[in-house]
């Protein structure tokens, strides 16, 4: 009986590898790992992200869409592998309970208008709370769990910006989420959200009042969604602003922002830049600040904290992506799309 000489073997071997590598599978549009986020994932997402208006995008527009929601599927990815590796999985039981709470302030009919809106199936938005809460749970446990301020800290961050304590005037302290119709393409929040028109604007905002309404952290939702490039990055945090300055703002964001009591969010409130909702921390009287103030020692507490999260999830995403084995098959299509022309 004859049988084929080990170079045969090895050349159809290397042959059969060489064709399974460049082989780009119809329905993958990239790979995590070896896990699939399939075209019809993208295709859902995109539909739910900017699908709702009745001007559509010019071709490279759409395009470019795809591929900034699909990056975010990938980064998603990443995490939820992370948090599956460690053990770190939401639970059904923990989706459930979410689940719940997101549905108690509506009737049935209400719900289903909200997830109608958003594009979504109950099982979607059970799939979408269990990558939330398995990130979240993934983040504090890799990161905010490992933060720690000092008393020293504390310190020397007032002695570097005793003056930013002393109120010649009364402040208010406050942050804000704002979503614009008019995307800027340098803003990139959390999860790259942003509303391409009018239409998305306003349902994106009602989005987020919902969620705020059902106890969604504020600082959470600005880091994920805002569309203000200087203060989402911060958890929406504007710092203390001036009595004066607030008495210069449109009638609409003062009416707002007198009435609010610290701890509440206003109303929405209509700009020329699109929609914003304010949340006020607290109103600080004219007058110098002491460190043995309580207040001023927890405000800058947060602020340390807030900037050390912000820079270690920066680092943590970028270090899994470079340890991560990613294929986008989407993004090496279009690219070599330009050979061709």
């Known amino acids: 009986m004859l049988r084929p000489s080990p170079a045969l073997c090895s050349a159809v071997l290397a042959l059969c590898l060489c064709g399974c590598k460049h082989a780009v599978p119809d329905n993958v549009a990239a790979t995590v790992n070896g896990r699939v986020i399939t075209y019809a994932d993208l295709d859902k997402q995109y539909q739910a992200q900017f699908m709702s208006s009745t001007e559509r995008p010019s071709d490279d527009q759409m395009m470019i869409q795809k591929l900034e929601v699909l990056r975010t599927l990938v980064d998603n990815e990443i995490m939820l592998q992370r ?8 639970t ?10 997101l549905k ?9 208008k909200q997830l ?17 809460l398995s990130m979240t749970k993934l983040l ?23 003056s930013s304590f002393n109120f010649p005037e009364p402040q208010v302290h406050l942050a804000q989420i704002l979503v614009t119709p008019n995307p800027d393409p340098n803003v990139r929040n959390l999860k790259n959200d942003k509303a391409q028109n009018e239409e998305q604007a306003r349902k994106k905002i009602d989005m987020l009042v919902a969620r705020l309404k059902q106890g969604d952290d504020f600082q959470m939702l600005a880091q994920n969604f805002s569309e203000d490039p200087t203060s989402a990055p911060n958890g929406g945090d504007l710092g203390f602003v001036p009595a004066s300055a607030l008495e210069k703002a449109n009638d609409e964001i003062r009416a707002a922002l007198q009435t609010a009591t610290p701890g509440q969010v206003t109303p929405v409130v209509k700009t020329a830049e699109g929609y914003r909702v304010f949340k006020i921390y607290s109103r600080e009287p004219a007058g110098q600040r002491e460190l043995t103030d309580p207040r001023v020692q927890q405000n800058i507490r947060e602020t340390l904290i807030n900037r050390k999260d912000q820079l270690l999830r920066a680092a943590y995403y970028e270090v899994a992506r ?4 990613v294929v986008n098959y989407l993004a090496q299509t279009v690219a070599q799309t330009k050979d061709k022309k």
């Open 83 to 90: 948090a599956e590796k460690l053990g770190l999985m939401a």
């Open 92 to 101: 059904d039981a923990d989706v459930e309970s979410r689940f719940a709470e």
């Open 104 to 112: 108690a302030p509506y009737t049935q009919e209400e719900f289903q």
């Open 116 to 132: 109608a809106a958003r594009k979504m199936s109950a099982d979607d938005m059970k799939a979408q709370l269990k990558r939330d």
């Open 140 to 162: 504090n446990k890799e990161i905010t769990s490992h933060i720690s301020i000092s008393d020293k800290d504390v310190t020397d961050f007032y002695n570097a910006n005793k």
């Open 322 to 325: 470079d340890e991560a084995q």
